[in-house]
């Protein structure tokens, strides 16, 4: 098995919000960092809530519902794993994911 990812440096962990999310402009596409350092982890999904129709999920409340974290948009509350984009309300509905992943406090996110 080869690991073949290409990662990009994005920014310092200083540069995120605690069990919040902030948005990057990576490669011209919005993309929502969440930072948990519970789990010592980053996720990364796409900033665009498509139910509202606006770049605004990194503005979203994270909570839990069986162990799984997800956001809850701002707009019309609609919520997203962190992990994969799936919403719990529309199984039809998933957000784009990235990997992510803190490496000496840089956050790296796989090539978009």
Do not use: H
């Amino acid at each position: 098995m080869t690991n073949d990812i290409n990662w990009l440096d994005i920014c310092d962990v200083s540069d995120l919000v605690e069990d919040s999310g902030v948005c990057a402009l990576i490669d011209e596409k919005q993309v929502a960092l969440f930072y948990i350092p519970a789990e010592t982890k980053v996720y990364a999904l796409s900033q665009y809530d498509p139910f509202g129709q606006a770049n605004i999920l990194s503005r979203g409340l994270i909570g839990s519902k069986e162990g799984r974290l997800y956001v809850a948009s701002p707009l019309y509350k609609q919520r997203f794993y962190l992990e994969t984009g799936e919403c719990l309300e529309d199984e039809k509905v998933s957000l784009p994911t990235w990997k992510a992943q803190l490496v000496d406090n840089r956050v790296m996110i796989q090539a978009l």
